[in-house]
């Protein structure tokens, strides 16, 4: 690569925090002004859910549309101030749709709505303390072995994300079967550690297939008014690689990504194949040590102060 390209990559659901994005809120008035516009068009408070402590905020039907909210503030915000204007976009798992809207293929207002709906359907697929998910960390992963492992386990590989990470999703009653697996078969006991984590339902996996159709529906309503010129230039979950500007394609593949692997390795080698910088951007920063793994330095701003201090030099006006 001759020309200094960039990326940006936005993280999903886990990420989200009480305060997130309240520094920009406050110092930008772009900023601000997302989280109003959210707000009308929700017909909720976002900025009170964000900044406050409400409880809500860990249920899925408002973690994701608070996140796409926070992380467009934010990424106005350094649009505004800097000039930041990247020329790749990625996400993982809900952070794709913010990807989608940085990127101008999905507007903002119809993006809020879509992740909206996306996660009232994910909540409601499967009967609240029947699924759950859990991060498979060791060193060099091997997921022909993983699968292996998971065969006839109602559990699929929900996230690829990295050499050193998968993650797991499906019934909770079959967990303790899917550690004891893959703690034999992945062998080695001094890196191998199994987390359960604090979600409400198993996303990415085959029990998110009943709520594909009612989303489809959705998302093919909105179709015609997806901006597909940009496209090519967002990371797909789905597929690993770049969408294409086929918006029905688009269509496609975020339908399928709600049931199937988000393949988050090869979006972060389709990326760094393509960019030179890549910058992470929202209320936490899980991915920079993802790229970590590839060898690949991602600056991660998560705070108002932290972009002052990284993009003053690099592109301030």
């Known amino acids: 690569?001759?020309?200094?390209?960039?990326?940006?990559?936005?993280?999903?659901?886990?990420?989200?925090h009480s305060g997130m994005g309240k520094d920009f809120y406050d110092n930008i008035p772009v900023s601000r002004d997302t989280y109003l516009e959210a707000s009308k068009i929700l017909g909720w408070d976002v900025a009170a859910m964000c900044f406050?402590?409400?409880?809500?905020?860990?249920?899925t039907e408002y973690a994701q549309p608070c996140i796409l909210t926070t992380e467009i503030a934010m990424f106005r915000g350094l649009q505004f101030l800097f000039d930041f204007a990247?020329?790749?976009?990625?996400?993982?798992?809900?952070?794709?749709?913010?990807?989608?809207?940085a990127a101008g293929v999905l507007p903002f207002s119809e993006a809020?709505?879509?992740?909206?709906?996306?996660?009232?359907?994910?909540?409601?697929?499967?009967?609240v303390g029947t699924g759950g998910m859990a991060a498979i960390v060791a060193n060099d992963l091997d997921m022909g072995v993983v699968q292996s492992a998971l065969n006839g386990l109602p559990i699929d590989i929900a996230n690829d994300n990295c050499t050193s990470q998968v993650v797991v999703s499906g019934m909770s009653s079959a967990m303790?079967?899917?550690?004891?697996?893959?703690?034999?078969?992945?062998?080695?006991?001094?890196?191998?550690?199994?987390?359960?984590?604090n979600v409400s339902a198993p996303f990415h996996s085959r029990f998110m297939d009943t709520i594909k159709e009612a989303f489809g529906e959705i998302l093919g309503n909105i179709e015609a008014r997806i901006k597909p010129a940009n496209a090519k230039r967002v990371t797909s979950n789905f597929t690993g690689?770049?969408?294409?500007?086929?918006?029905?394609?688009?269509?496609?593949?975020?339908?399928?990504?709600?049931?199937?692997?988000v393949q988050w390795r090869k979006n972060m080698e389709t990326l760094a194949a393509s960019a030179n910088s890549?910058?992470?951007?929202?209320?936490?920063?899980?991915?920079?040590?993802?790229?970590?793994?590839?060898?690949?330095?991602?600056?991660?701003?998560?705070?108002?102060?932290?972009?002052?201090?990284?993009?003053?030099?690099?592109?301030?006006?």
């Open 1 to 16: 690569m001759n020309k200094k390209t960039t990326a940006v990559v936005f993280p999903g659901q886990g990420s989200q």
């Open 52 to 59: 406050g402590e409400d409880e809500r905020l860990n249920l």
């Open 86 to 101: 990247p020329e790749y976009f990625g996400g993982h798992s809900l952070g794709e749709y913010t990807a989608l809207v």
């Open 112 to 127: 809020l709505k879509i992740v909206w709906d996306r996660g009232r359907l994910m909540q409601s697929a499967t009967p």
């Open 176 to 197: 303790s079967e899917t550690e004891k697996r893959l703690r034999e078969s992945v062998g080695d006991s001094q890196s191998f550690r199994f987390i359960p984590l």
């Open 241 to 261: 690689f770049f969408h294409s500007d086929n918006p029905s394609e688009i269509v496609e593949r975020m339908v399928s990504q709600i049931s199937n692997t």
């Open 278 to 317: 890549i910058f992470e951007i929202g209320p936490g920063r899980p991915l920079k040590g993802f790229f970590k793994t590839i060898d690949l330095a991602c600056q991660s701003i998560t705070r108002f102060s932290a972009a002052q201090r990284v993009f003053e030099k690099a592109v301030a006006r």
